[in-house]
């Protein structure tokens, strides 16, 4: 409990619904944490609702929901979330670079360079809405696989469960989605992915390398037929466990084309 503290007073972030800063939450920080650390002992641990947060997407595509929950939730996300990374960050896919520890977006677009002098096509797919598309039975099952204690399965149930504060006060009830901000969705985000998409890919098309930084994934094809081939059995993929790809940033490109046109040449 106090590691997963110390992990939330480092990563900063607004209060939730209630209101609590992390300075305010420090003042009495021993009989807040033993709260937390009591309630979820016991079983007796219910999460609030989250604060939902509008944030601009950039070059103006729409808003991004975040969510925010409040200061204590996020200590007890953690203990969950640092409990279950120990155990399945030793099966996730080396090309998987989002939310791991030791890997950046750059590590990823370092191992995409190094592809694109090697494959001619490339697949740049997105998943469209993917935090708020989520299968929540999906990412129980995948839980339930690694998880050593049942705590840690009836806390994912309880926050996947938890409603939404929208902006306008409405309160929002979820069958679906993780929200985006959460310190549990990350590792929750790349162990559904694994299953849907990085174990998927590793069996039906192990010849076939891809780097993934959550719901971005760029596949490295040989020919324009192979990517063709290749990207339409990732949607029907995706569709299979409640996904879409987006229609607009999901794209095939010829990587020589692409070079030579950012370069100016004819």
Not at 103 to 118: G, Q
């Amino acid at each position: 409990m106090w590691d997963a503290y110390r992990q939330v007073k480092a990563n900063q972030g607004a209060a939730g619904v209630d209101g609590c800063t992390i300075e305010e939450f420090e003042k009495d920080l021993k009989n807040h944490l033993y709260k937390v650390w009591n309630r979820m002992s016991s079983g007796s641990y219910l999460p609030p609702p989250v604060k939902a947060v509008e944030i601009p997407k950039s070059h103006g595509d729409g808003v991004r929901m975040l969510g925010v929950p409040t200061v204590a939730d996020r200590v007890a996300q953690t203990v969950v979330a640092r409990r279950l990374e120990a155990k399945v960050e030793p099966i996730f896919h080396p090309d998987s670079y989002g939310y791991r520890p030791g890997r950046s977006a750059l590590d990823a677009v370092a191992a995409c360079r190094k592809r694109c002098w090697r494959y001619d096509w490339t697949i740049d797919l997105d998943v469209q809405r993917f935090f708020d598309s989520v299968d929540h039975d999906l990412v129980v099952k995948a839980v339930e696989t690694h998880a050593d204690a049942p705590w840690v399965v009836l806390y994912v149930r309880r926050w996947l469960q938890a409603p939404l504060i929208l902006p306008d006060g409405t309160l929002q009830q979820r069958n679906r989605g993780t929200p985006q901000g959460s310190a549990v969705s990350p590792v929750l985000a790349n162990l559904f992915l694994h299953y849907a998409f990085d174990a998927w890919m590793t069996r039906q098309f192990p010849a076939v390398p891809f780097e993934r930084y959550c719901d971005d994934a760029v596949v490295h094809c040989v020919s324009e037929r192979q990517a063709r081939h290749v990207g339409q059995a990732i949607a029907d993929r995706m569709a299979g466990v409640g996904l879409r790809l987006h229609p607009a940033k999901t794209r095939i490109v010829c990587v020589p084309r692409a070079q030579k046109e950012r370069l100016g040449w004819r």
